[in-house]
């Protein structure tokens, strides 16, 4: 049975949580939520960021207009540029909590 230690959330845009036990990562936004390995994670926060900077600039805020592919056969989110930033937001806010938890990991076990 799955523990899960909370890197984000926020009810109305969703959340990332982290499985104790197995490592194993749940993200929720609006409708979707994805199961994901730690390094699956990574690779997918950074392409939703770099998705973000790509088009931040470029497009009407209120227009779904952006597709992001998933690591999943025939799954992609559709998004305007303010569910992209609120995405991109949530996984950036849960990898640096990430971080931040394995930094403080580190100290204690230097400290011993």
Same mark, same amino acid.
């Given at each position: 049975?799955? %523990? @899960?230690?909370t890197?984000?959330?926020?009810? +109305?845009?969703g959340y990332?949580?982290?499985?104790? $036990?197995?490592g194993?990562?749940q993200?929720?936004?609006?409708?979707?939520v994805?199961n994901? !390995?730690?390094? +699956?994670f $990574? *690779?997918?926060?950074?392409?939703i960021?770099e998705?973000?900077?790509? @088009?931040? +600039? $470029?497009? %009407?805020?209120?227009?779904?207009?952006i597709?992001?592919s !998933?690591?999943?056969? *025939?799954l992609?989110?559709?998004? !305007?540029i !303010?569910?992209l930033? /609120?995405? $991109? @937001?949530m996984?950036e806010?849960? +990898?640096n /909590?990430?971080?931040v938890?394995?930094?403080i /990991?580190?100290?204690?076990?230097?400290?011993l």
């Amino acid at each position: 049975m799955c %523990n @899960y230690k909370t890197w984000f959330h926020k009810n +109305d845009v969703g959340y990332v949580v982290q499985c104790t $036990t197995c490592g194993r990562m749940q993200v929720a936004f609006n409708i979707i939520v994805i199961n994901l !390995t730690e390094s +699956d994670f $990574t *690779g997918f926060r950074q392409s939703i960021s770099e998705t973000f900077q790509l @088009y931040k +600039d $470029t497009v %009407n805020e209120n227009v779904k207009c952006i597709m992001i592919s !998933t690591p999943f056969s *025939g799954l992609s989110f559709f998004l !305007t540029i !303010t569910e992209l930033k /609120e995405f $991109t @937001y949530m996984l950036e806010a849960a +990898d640096n /909590e990430m971080k931040v938890h394995q930094f403080i /990991e580190a100290f204690n076990k230097s400290s011993l």
